[in-house]
């Protein structure tokens, strides 16, 4: 598998703050709540995992 998945990440996380921050919010705020959020779902997958993941 290639890191080509990531490079497409990029590009939609980049259009997904893109599109707070032209709504107002400041950019270190999204990446600030993308963080956390992404920590919040981490910890509940190591709650309740992914049958299909694991």
């Given at each position: 598998?290639?890191?080509?998945?990531?490079?497409?990440?990029?590009?939609?996380?980049?259009d997904?703050?893109?599109?707070?921050?032209?709504?107002?919010?400041?950019?270190?705020?999204?990446?600030?709540?993308?963080?956390?959020?992404?920590?919040?779902?981490?910890?509940?997958?190591?709650?309740?995992?992914?049958?299909?993941?694991?």
């Amino acid at each position: 598998m290639t890191d080509d998945w990531r490079a497409r990440l990029r590009d939609k996380l980049e259009d997904f703050v893109d599109k707070f921050v032209v709504a107002g919010a400041k950019q270190k705020d999204v990446f600030d709540a993308i963080i956390e959020e992404v920590g919040n779902l981490k910890v509940a997958l190591d709650r309740d995992p992914d049958p299909e993941a694991v």
